[in-house]
């Protein structure tokens, strides 16, 4: 048995390197950007956090940075996690799974990373998925006509891009949102005047329990929250947290922090 295990155990790590070398240079430099940024908070001593916020493979480090930044400068301390190595996430309140690439993002996790989120959240955690994290998060991606079905399932809908007109990856552009009723009553009053940073994010199609936050110009979903057991799960199609200049020596937009919180129902 010892020896079985021992086996599967390599074959384990034998795929997890496969599937990182296969990695484009992009994504390699990122994913070194994001364990360098680990490795950095660890240092200098991480307290207590009320949001954990993924940071590995497929995460677009710019962007999990600015949700950091911003959260932080509200009073809201982050811890930025690994999600090849994911901790006990009970002692958090929420979890957020940013932008950069859903399929990566997906490996990054693996299938026991999918299973504690899914527990985290049926236990009564709040998840948020900014871009690719709500492709990750659904159980249906739709992209570019073709569908892939994703394990994770939070949201039991279909999460389809890029929507017609807006700006398709690697390109970003800028996206204007309305509010619905229920989104002015969760909180949201002010971000419809806001241009929201778009590249090749989700729409959100069908699914049960739904309440739509958010719509594109064109009508359909981009931002949608459902109770998932306990817990609850939103998810939102642009970037509220990245500046429109999309420079790394810019901060976060002013305020967006209050819409994060408000998203995040902490």
């Known amino acids: 048995m010892r020896c079985l295990i021992f086996w599967l155990l390599l ?126 998060i659904s159980r249906t991606v739709r992209y570019q006509s073709v569908n892939y079905p994703y394990p994770l399932a939070l949201y039991d809908g279909t999460a389809e891009g890029p929507v017609a007109g807006l700006a398709v990856y690697p390109d970003y552009g800028p996206a204007q949102i309305s509010l619905t009723p229920a989104g002015r009553e969760l909180g949201l009053a002010g971000l419809e005047k806001r241009t929201l940073i778009y590249g090749s994010g989700p729409r959100f199609v069908g699914g049960t329990a739904i309440t739509v936050l958010m719509t594109y110009s064109d009508g359909t979903a981009a931002a949608i929250s459902r109770p998932y057991g306990k817990g609850k799960v939103v998810a939102i199609g642009a970037h509220m947290e990245c500046p429109p200049d999309l420079e790394e020596t810019t901060a976060p937009p002013a305020g967006c922090e209050k819409f994060l919180l408000k998203l995040l129902g902490i």
Do not use: M
Not at 44 to 60: H, I, K, M, P, Y
Not at 79 to 103: E, H, K, N, T
């Open 11 to 136: 074959v384990a790590a034998a795929l997890a390197q496969s599937w990182e070398s296969q990695l484009t240079a992009y994504e390699q430099q990122n994913l070194r950007k994001n364990r360098a940024w680990i490795a950095e908070r660890r240092s200098q001593g991480e307290g207590a956090a009320r949001v954990g916020v993924l940071a590995g493979a497929g995460v677009w480090n710019f962007g999990a940075r600015c949700l950091v930044t911003a959260l932080e400068r509200s009073g809201t301390p982050c811890q930025v996690l690994d999600p090849a190595g994911l901790p006990p996430l009970d002692r958090f309140s929420a979890l957020i799974l940013p932008g950069g690439y859903a399929p990566v993002q997906y490996y990054g996790l693996g299938w026991s990373g999918c299973l504690k989120v899914a527990e985290f959240t049926n236990q009564g955690g709040h998840v948020l998925g900014i871009c690719a994290g709500g492709y990750l």
